[in-house]
């Protein structure tokens, strides 16, 4: 059982600037983030593999949002730029045990989720 911890979420204007950081106890070889906003599904916001050294966005956090990690640490950071109003919502880490991760963007390749942060973003 792996189990993940994340941090970084708070409230920020418009504008502003987070970074996401979530540490898993186990060894993991993809980690991404989704969040869900109140009334809409989760959704997939960015993720990272590295057995195959990709990345992997989602059109609305592409040029404002960059994922990264430290494989030797099982961590992964999401830094976010350009923070919108509609950036609202609870992020969740989540993490994928297997060696290959053909569908980075589908939750359902994730075995291990977060509990959540939230990120509150004002106009």
């Given at each position: 059982?792996?189990q993940?911890?994340?941090s970084?979420?708070?409230?920020?204007q418009?504008?502003?600037?987070l970074?996401?950081?979530?540490?898993?106890?186990g060894?993991?070889?993809?980690?991404?983030?989704?969040?869900?906003?109140?009334?809409?599904?989760?959704e997939f916001?960015?993720?990272?593999?590295?057995?195959?050294?990709?990345?992997?966005?989602?059109?609305?956090a592409?040029?404002?949002?960059?994922?990264?990690?430290?494989?030797?640490k099982?961590?992964?950071?999401l830094?976010?730029?350009?923070l919108?109003p509609?950036d609202?919502a609870v992020y969740?880490?989540?993490?994928?045990?297997?060696?290959?991760?053909p569908?980075?963007s589908?939750?359902d390749?994730?075995?291990?989720?977060?509990q959540?942060?939230?990120?509150t973003?004002?106009?």
């Amino acid at each position: 059982q792996v189990q993940l911890v994340e941090s970084g979420g708070g409230l920020v204007q418009a504008g502003g600037s987070l970074r996401l950081s979530c540490a898993a106890s186990g060894r993991t070889f993809a980690m991404g983030w989704f969040r869900q906003a109140p009334g809409k599904e989760r959704e997939f916001v960015a993720a990272i593999s590295w057995s195959t050294a990709t990345s992997n966005y989602a059109d609305s956090a592409k040029g404002r949002f960059t994922i990264s990690g430290d494989y030797a640490k099982n961590t992964v950071y999401l830094q976010m730029n350009s923070l919108k109003p509609e950036d609202t919502a609870v992020y969740y880490c989540a993490s994928d045990s297997s060696r290959y991760t053909p569908r980075l963007s589908n939750s359902d390749e994730y075995d291990y989720w977060g509990q959540g942060t939230q990120v509150t973003v004002s106009s």
